[in-house]
């Protein structure tokens, strides 16, 4: 590990820690909401279908429905946040509270952490609010991921009569 960037310890991984951060968002700790918890510190910006797919293998008698009702409960409790960007379901991450954006990449899905434009929510003034008081800005970047700029190249350099439909 180089000190480079404040990303969030590799401890917060650990079972007692993720139990910690549900008992002080308020909730009973289970093991279903263990495993979602410890899905979701594997695997951010994660549908629940996902995290449903992680967590049976350890707990078979989970339901989506109760990865669902977990979900809700720890977004609920400002444990988790939900977003949707426009045309995927929707995705569940645990970094909250610092009004963080994302950009998605429109040929594959891939999401990716961008930090808040300007610092702290909201980081962008609108010129005319309409008299609201504003709390949060919520920003979409759209664009084509690393792995598919080199994707996109290799396909149109190879064939360069098929490059209107990216679906294979
Ligand atoms: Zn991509
Ligand atoms: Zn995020």
């Not at 960037?5 to 263990?34: C, F, K, N, Q, Y």
């Not at 797919?53 to 988790?80: E, I, M, W």
């Not at 098929?162 to 294979?168: C, E, M, P, V």
Request: a negative charge; aromatic letters at 4%.
């Amino acid at each position: 590990m180089t000190s480079t960037e404040v990303s969030p310890p590799e401890t917060t991984h650990r079972p007692e820690a993720l139990a910690d951060s549900i008992r002080a968002a308020g909730l009973r700790v289970t093991a279903p909401r263990l495993a979602v918890l410890l899905a979701l510190a594997e695997s951010p910006h994660s549908t629940a279908d996902r995290l449903f797919a992680s967590v049976r293998t350890d707990l078979p008698g989970t339901s989506l429905q109760a990865v669902y009702g977990v979900l809700a409960a720890f977004t609920a409790a400002g444990l988790t946040r939900k977003i949707e960007p426009s045309g995927s379901a929707a995705l569940f991450e645990r970094r909250v509270g610092d009004n963080h954006h994302h950009i998605v990449c429109t040929r594959c899905g891939t999401v990716r952490d961008v930090d808040c434009a300007v610092g702290a929510a909201p980081c962008l003034t609108p010129e005319d609010a309409s008299g609201f008081a504003v709390q949060a800005a919520e920003v979409t970047y759209w664009g084509v991921c690393p792995t598919c700029q080199v994707e996109l190249a290799t396909t149109l350099s190879s064939a360069p009569l098929l490059l209107n439909k990216g679906a294979r």
